[in-house]
């Protein structure tokens, strides 16, 4: 009888395990994908790969960069993000300045079309030649819209809402 009843419990215990997510759960493998794109954006940025970073969005990406809560810049198209990372990093390479992308606490919910939205706080300290330590530029919060495509999670949309002006 013990045995029957075990035999019953790994059953069904196995049959939990086994079973596929709920469409509005995100399983193991996509949460670490897009962690991974996440982690990709602050390393390909901070080590001043353009192509890299303009490589995280899909082509139609939009990305969007808020200071005080006004919008102050909208990039519509790869072109204008490979564009935009060029100039900005050259300006960056030419001061001398290293940035860092802090990011952390991010939170992640499937919607209904399938993409997924996500929300990671971050911080930005750069550190310029000749200092001794970093200085915090930035801090604020990421809102995402993630796709799945054939090359793996991408950015759909990238809303930079840092907390100052």
């Known amino acids: 009888m013990l045995l029957q ?15 596929a997510p709920a469409p509005s759960k995100i399983s193991l493998s996509d949460r670490k994908a897009i962690m991974d794109l996440i982690s990709s954006y602050g ?19 939009v990305w969007l960069y808020r200071a005080g809560g006004e919008l ?53 300290p750069w550190q310029t030649t ?9 801090t604020g919060v990421y809102r995402d819209t993630f796709v799945k495509t054939k090359q793996g999670w991408k950015f759909s949309r990238r809303e930079v809402h840092v907390d100052h002006e």
């Open 130 to 138: 000749g200092e001794s330590a970093p200085r915090l530029i930035h």
């Open 43 to 61: 390393h390909t940025w901070d080590n001043k790969d353009a192509k890299g970073w303009t490589g995280l969005f899909t082509e139609d990406a």
């Open 72 to 124: 102050k810049n909208t990039i519509h198209s790869r072109t204008a993000r490979l564009n935009f990372a060029n100039e900005k990093l050259e300006q960056f390479a030419e001061q001398g300045i290293q940035t860092r992308h802090l990011q952390s606490n991010t939170l992640l919910t499937r919607k209904a079309d399938g993409s997924i939205h996500g929300e990671t706080i971050f911080m930005v």
């Open 5 to 19: 009843m075990l035999a019953l419990a790994a059953g069904c215990i196995s049959v939990e395990v086994n079973r």
